[in-house]
């Protein structure tokens, strides 16, 4: 005997949807909030003593900290992607921010030993500090998220691959954008001032 089960009507569909959606999101929240990041003055004196800022990183991590350039370019820095075209050769003094939850990516690696050379500054994004860059970063902010290193022991997440460390890379730069901007005494019209109109 066949069994035909009603289809739910529309707006039990949508109840069901707003129950799924809503612990999804409660869920993200709670895992950024376990685990808190403090954020020092050295943090905003790194960026403010820096004449030019580099950062990069692979995949998410990259869009991440692209979201940081776009802010600190809007701060008045001068601050560039690796990998455009239009990016110029590091040099001594200058920062460059790397984000890479395992601190082992062979690219990120060879991006922090040419800086090295140089005598760039060199500030780390990372989950833990046993890696080849954080050896030679002056400076190393640990976020929350799983790594090819860590695993699920170090932060447990429920959510797939780097997604955790992705979301604190990104909140990481937001808070430290506003703490430069409470610091310096800059208002949201000035950076409004700077943002792209050829759009």
């Known amino acids: 005997m066949t069994i035909l089960?009603?289809?739910?009507?529309?707006?039990?569909?949508?109840?069901?949807?707003?129950?799924?959606?809503?612990?999804?999101w409660q869920t993200i929240i709670a895992e950024l909030a376990k685990q808190p990041i403090n954020l020092t003055n050295r943090d905003c004196e790194i960026i403010e003593q820096a004449p030019r800022i580099f950062v990069s990183g692979g995949g998410r991590?990259?869009?991440?900290?692209?979201?940081l350039a776009?802010?600190?370019?809007?701060?008045?820095?001068?601050?560039?992607?690796?990998?455009?075209?239009?990016?110029p050769a590091i040099q001594e003094?200058?920062?460059?921010?790397l984000a890479s939850a395992s601190g082992t990516t062979p690219a990120?690696?060879?991006?922090?030993?040419?800086?090295?050379q140089a005598g760039a500054v060199i500030w780390l994004f990372s989950t833990n500090k046993s890696?080849?860059?954080?050896?030679?970063?002056?400076?190393?902010t640990l976020l929350p998220g799983k790594s090819k290193q860590t695993g699920r022991t170090a932060t447990s997440s429920q959510q797939p691959l780097g997604s955790l460390f992705e979301q604190s890379?990104?909140?990481?730069?937001d808070a430290l954008v506003l703490a430069l901007m409470n610091d310096q005494g800059i208002t949201e019209q000035e950076l409004r001032?700077?943002?792209?109109?050829l759009e």
């Open 93 to 97: 003094g200058d920062l460059l921010v």
């Open 5 to 24: 089960q009603a289809p739910l009507n529309p707006s039990k569909r949508q109840l069901n949807n707003q129950m799924v959606n809503s612990k999804s």
């Open 131 to 140: 890696n080849p860059i954080a050896t030679i970063a002056k400076q190393v």
């Open 193 to 197: 001032s700077q943002h792209a109109n």
């Open 169 to 173: 890379v990104w909140i990481f730069g």
């Open 70 to 87: 776009m802010r600190l370019m809007q701060l008045g820095k001068t601050v560039f992607v690796v990998g455009e075209t239009t990016t």
């Open 108 to 116: 990120i690696v060879e991006l922090a030993q040419t800086a090295q």
């Open 61 to 67: 991590s990259g869009l991440a900290i692209k979201a």
